[in-house]
């Protein structure tokens, strides 16, 4: 019987690479996004939805995790980055909007998972949850709270291994907008980024299977950092 996996953002950058990761394995892998990828492979199975849209997610969704049987690991994987703004100048409206996507869509869904039979939960977080850059208010407070959330539910689910992953610096639209599009000189995290390893998605995804192979390497509801182990 071919091991299930399920992602969410499985369209573009890291989710899509982790996608054809998982098939190229031979794995059935179920994602989740607004626009379906261009995969022609029987075991991909996709559900078209929005997942800011947080008060349907457990009425649209609910049914589709849970016909998935016995799930090896799920990455909580779709998140956005959010207006590069100095504090000041960013309203709590636009940090909703991130908080919608980064954490309370995942908090949703981590209640759907909490009844199915899981072996491994990945939720992407980042290192800018532990350093806060200029500019960076509403993305680093998300993936902050993404941190507790996992380490929270890691205690009411003592049956699944949960991990939030910072998978380091990846080639995405994103990176690229903070790369190459914002002032460096305001927001001098985008000299930082590019004077550091900036990995491929495809790169990424193997890494992060490297993890999953030494996961029980790991407690249950901490943080790693992939570039550290």
């Not at 590019?194 to 407690?219: C, H, M, S, W, Y």
Request: glycine share 6%; with cysteine.
């Amino acid at each position: 019987m071919k091991k299930n996996i399920l992602i969410t953002g499985c369209s573009s950058g890291l989710g899509l690479a982790l996608s054809h990761y998982y098939l190229e394995k031979g794995f059935k892998v179920y994602g989740i996004s607004r626009n379906k990828p261009e995969i022609n492979n029987p075991n991909f199975i996709h559900k078209s939805f929005d997942l800011s849209q947080i008060s349907k997610i457990k009425d649209e969704l609910s049914s589709f995790i849970n016909d998935i049987s016995q799930i090896q690991t799920a990455f909580l994987n779709a998140g956005m980055l959010g207006k590069i703004k100095i504090l000041e100048e960013l309203s709590t409206q636009e940090m909703q909007e991130v908080y919608n996507l980064n954490v309370y869509a995942n908090k949703e869904l981590l209640d759907i998972l909490k009844h199915t039979k899981i072996k491994n939960i990945l939720a992407i977080s980042s290192g800018a949850s532990k350093t806060g850059y200029k500019g960076w208010g509403s993305y680093s407070l998300s993936k902050a709270a993404i941190n507790m959330l996992i380490n929270l539910y890691a205690n009411e689910m003592p049956n699944t291994k949960l991990l939030a992953v910072a998978p380091g610096v990846i080639k995405t639209p994103m990176t690229d907008y903070i790369r190459f599009e914002i002032d460096s000189e305001i927001f001098t995290s985008a000299k930082k980024l590019n004077e550091g390893t900036v990995q491929t998605p495809q790169e990424t995804a193997i890494k992060i299977d490297t993890l999953i192979n030494r996961i029980d390497e790991f407690e249950s509801g901490i943080y790693v950092d992939v570039r550290k182990i």
